[in-house]
Antibody
């Protein structure tokens, strides 16, 4: 069965960077894109970007352009989301979510990784 | 960016009742709209894609309709496990965007 396992909670200071991982199993990793979506307290879900796990192509929301980098390691079936220049507003749960076959909606989600930005 | 507005913010119903949730887009998204269910402490779960198609394993009491800018998620007869938050999401335009959610609570 499809499983996405994410890295644990992180506490970071403003200005730092965080890297969240998402290890996939139960399917051919390179056959599906992976998205990153975050949920800040009291806010709606927010799409950050995605990676074509096959060729490594990426696309980012303009809101995060320049601060977010999504990569993958095909040998480890793992996707990564790196967010830099953290500020308090980046405190959120960060989810990886598998793309439903090149469509842009999300059929499997990871459990989420809590990132807290605090001085 | 396409803004999705969901209504009502909270819906109070009893098990066995019919639930109707709305999602309106700020511009046409064709039928590129999905619905998700989220329970406390859990990740969202895909219910409906392309406005009206049930995802794998989703019970038939969940149905979706609409196109363009107005969409509806209907739960025909509420089960206790259906009380949760529901989000809509569009994939018509970058950046993909979500509605603010409707909380379905037990009356």
């Amino acid at each position: 069965q499809v499983q996405l396992v994410q890295s644990g909670a992180e506490v970071k200071k403003p200005g730092a960077s965080v890297k969240v991982s998402c290890k996939a199993s139960g399917y051919t990793f390179t056959s599906y894109a992976m998205h990153w979506v975050r949920q800040a307290p009291g806010q709606r879900l927010e799409w950050m970007g995605w990676i074509n796990a096959g060729n490594g192509d990426t696309k980012y929301s303009q809101k995060f352009q320049g601060r977010v980098t999504i990569t993958r390691d095909t040998s480890a079936s793992t996707a990564y989301m790196d967010l830099s220049s953290l500020r308090s507003e980046d405190t959120a749960i960060y989810y990886c979510a598998r793309d439903r076959g090149g469509t842009g909606d999300f059929d499997y989600w990871g459990p989420g990784s809590v990132v807290t930005v605090s001085s | 960016e396409i803004v999705l507005t969901q209504s009502p913010a909270t819906l109070s119903l009893s098990p066995g009742e019919r639930a109707t949730l709305s999602c309106r887009a700020s511009q046409s998204v064709s039928n590129y709209l999905a619905w998700y269910q989220q329970k406390p402490g859990q990740a969202p779960r895909l219910l409906i894609y392309d406005a009206s198609n049930r995802a794998t394993g989703i019970p038939a009491r969940f149905s979706g309709s609409g196109s363009g800018t107005d969409f509806t998620l209907t739960i025909s007869s509420l089960e206790p496990e259906d009380f949760a938050v529901y989000f809509c999401q569009q994939r018509s335009n970058w950046p993909y965007s979500f509605g603010q959610g409707t909380k379905l609570e037990i009356k």
